[in-house]
Structures are given as C-alpha cells and as structure tokens.
C-alpha cells in the first residue's frame, strides 16, 4: 500500500509539473506567433507535428500488443489486420466521398482531444462523459476554425467542394459551448466531475487568444502537441513501462522509431511532390493524418478503457 502511494504521489507530481510546461509552452507559442510571420510558424508546426506529433501515434501496434498479450496471439493478429484495414477504408472515403470522411474525421478527432484532456477528471465511464468528451472537442475545434475560417474553409472546399462562411463556425460554436454546460453542470452535479470548473474556463479563453493570434497550422500545432500529444504520449510510456522515468521514454522511443521514420519518409515524399502548392498540400496532409487518425482513435478508446 505505501509503495502503491508512493507511485500515485510520483505520477501525480509528473503530471501536474507537465501542465506547467504545457501553459509555459502555450504562452510562449503566443508570442512567437505576435512577434514571427505566418511562413516561420508554420515551419515549425510542421516540425513539431511530424515529430512528436506523429510519434505519439507511432506506438499504437505496440499498445495492441500490450492489450493483447493476455488473448490468444491469433487475436493480436486479427487487431492488427483490422488496424490496417481501418486505414485503408479511410484513404477510400476520402477520395470516394470526401465531404462524409471530412465529417467523420472531425467528429473522430473532436472526441479524441476530449477523451485526452477529460478522461482523468471525469470519475465514471457513462454516455454521458462520452457525450462530454465529443462536445468538449467541437468546442476546440470550432474555436480554432471561427479564428480561422478562410484558410478552413479553403481546405474543406479543396477536399469536398463545399464552402463554409464563417457563420457556420460560429454556430458550431455557440451549440457546442451551451451543450458543453449543460453536460459539465450534469456531471458536476452527480459528483462525477474531479476538474476545476474555472481552471477549465480559463484553459479554453486562452485557446481563444492563442488561436486567434496565432496562423492556422501553428495554432493547431500548439494544441495538437503541447496539450494533446505529450499528454498522450506520456500516458503511453505510463502504461507501456509502469512509471515516467527517462529511460522508459528512451525505450518507447526505439519502440516506435521504425514506424515513425516511415511516415516522416512517405510525407516529405508528399511535400516535395506538392510543396509548390500550399493549399493542395495542405488538403492531402489533412487527408492522410485524418487517415492515420481513424485507428489511432479507436486504439486509443480500447487504451483508454
């Protein structure tokens, strides 16, 4: 019991100085983006997401294989098919029926963040925090596209044809935050909620400022990485090896390097066949990341779980 204490008060401490570093991250991220321009930010957005951004989904066969040691090996197999078969679906929908996988792509990420920045303050596994996982993420979402809706509206109308004015993300938004009350007044109420309602508040006002100053892909960055990724990415080494420690972070990254270096190798094979057009390649490395997103979701609810 006291060792178990012990670990609980070390991860615990782990974590609380990460949302430190994340905040220092975020405000830091703010004035870059007051005192660079747009081409220098979104140089390192993409550095950023296709380093740890992409490596924090690159574990995701070594997860199956931890969830699946204690099943039969045939069934670690069939998950990995699946896993494989998930992103194949995806590519085909995408270029099938564009405008339905961009929605689902949304919806699918939408939950995710919440599920990565909720799941360890809500106590109890219902539809309800489900529910609240799904809004938490639109309001993300349609904080970041009403702050830059031409440049999302341009790449959605690259990928499905259809162009959103900029009321439409504001509706998006005004929805999901009233829902986002009234779920979290639920939750709080049933005594489910372990999150500082104000604290929660005051994350989301500087998401607003940050993604409003900040360029399209740098203010997706500065979320993706900093509040979602090496969360995850920490919760993994976590689960993965049993404590945060740096040579569990050493271990996962050998763990995951092969899978990493294939997706950096086949998206600078992207960029270099399209880096002559910004708009188009924006839409297809949305495309492909979407594509990679739809299992890496899924594996993650199961770790989750």
Same mark, same amino acid.
């Given at each position: 019991?006291?060792?178990?204490?012990?670990?609980?008060?070390?991860? *615990?401490?782990?974590?609380?100085?990460?949302?430190?570093?994340?905040? #220092?991250?975020?405000?830091?991220?703010?004035?870059? *983006?007051?005192?660079? %321009?747009?081409?220098?930010?979104? &140089?390192?957005?993409?550095?950023?997401? +296709?380093?740890?951004?992409? +490596?924090?989904?690159?574990?995701?066969?070594?997860?199956?294989?931890? !969830?699946?040691? !204690? =099943?039969?090996?045939?069934?670690?197999?069939?998950?990995? $098919?699946?896993?494989?078969? @998930?992103?194949? @679906?995806?590519?085909?929908?995408?270029?099938? /029926?564009? !405008?339905? *996988?961009?929605?689902?792509?949304?919806?699918?990420?939408?939950?995710?963040?919440?599920?990565?920045?909720?799941?360890?303050?809500? !106590? %109890? %596994?219902?539809?309800?925090?489900?529910?609240?996982?799904?809004?938490?993420? @639109?309001?993300?979402?349609?904080?970041? &596209?009403?702050?830059?809706?031409?440049? =999302?509206?341009? @790449?959605?109308?690259? #990928?499905?044809?259809?162009?959103?004015?900029?009321?439409?993300?504001?509706?998006?938004?005004?929805?999901?935050?009233?829902?986002?009350?009234?779920?979290?007044?639920?939750?709080?109420?049933?005594?489910? +909620?372990?999150?500082?309602?104000?604290?929660?508040?005051?994350?989301?006002?500087? &998401?607003?400022?940050?993604?409003?100053?900040?360029?399209?892909?740098? *203010?997706?960055?500065?979320?993706?990485?900093?509040?979602?990724?090496?969360?995850?990415?920490?919760?993994?080494?976590?689960? +993965?090896?049993?404590?945060?420690?740096?040579?569990?972070?050493?271990?996962?990254?050998?763990?995951?390097?092969?899978?990493?270096?294939?997706? $950096?190798?086949?998206?600078?094979?992207?960029?270099? /066949?399209?880096?002559? %057009?910004?708009?188009?390649?924006?839409?297809? &490395?949305?495309?492909? $990341?979407?594509?990679?997103?739809?299992?890496?979701?899924?594996?993650?609810?199961?770790?989750?779980?």
């Amino acid at each position: 019991m006291i060792n178990l204490s012990i670990i609980m008060k070390e991860r *615990a401490l782990f974590f609380n100085n990460l949302r430190s570093f994340t905040l #220092i991250a975020t405000f830091f991220s703010l004035w870059f *983006a007051v005192y660079f %321009q747009d081409n220098v930010e979104d &140089f390192f957005a993409y550095f950023l997401i +296709l380093s740890l951004g992409i +490596l924090h989904g690159a574990n995701d066969i070594k997860l199956i294989e931890k !969830t699946s040691k !204690t =099943v039969q090996k045939k069934r670690f197999y069939k998950i990995l $098919i699946l896993y494989l078969l @998930i992103i194949s @679906i995806s590519i085909i929908l995408f270029y099938f /029926l564009p !405008t339905i *996988a961009l929605f689902l792509f949304v919806i699918f990420s939408a939950y995710h963040f919440g599920e990565q920045h909720l799941n360890s303050k809500i !106590t %109890q %596994q219902t539809f309800i925090s489900k529910m609240m996982f799904l809004v938490y993420g @639109i309001v993300i979402l349609s904080v970041l &596209f009403y702050n830059n809706s031409f440049e =999302v509206s341009r @790449i959605i109308e690259n #990928i499905t044809g259809i162009y959103f004015k900029k009321d439409f993300y504001l509706y998006s938004l005004s929805i999901s935050s009233l829902s986002l009350i009234v779920l979290g007044f639920k939750i709080y109420f049933d005594g489910q +909620l372990k999150a500082k309602i104000v604290e929660e508040i005051f994350y989301i006002l500087v &998401f607003f400022i940050v993604f409003y100053t900040a360029s399209l892909l740098w *203010a997706f960055a500065i979320y993706f990485i900093f509040w979602h990724s090496i969360p995850s990415l920490a919760d993994q080494v976590y689960y +993965l090896y049993g404590n945060n420690k740096k040579e569990n972070f050493i271990k996962y990254l050998k763990s995951s390097f092969i899978y990493w270096f294939i997706s $950096i190798v086949g998206l600078s094979l992207l960029y270099w /066949l399209f880096h002559a %057009q910004d708009r188009l390649f924006l839409s297809i &490395f949305f495309t492909l $990341i979407a594509s990679i997103t739809f299992p890496h979701v899924w594996v993650m609810s199961k770790f989750n779980k």
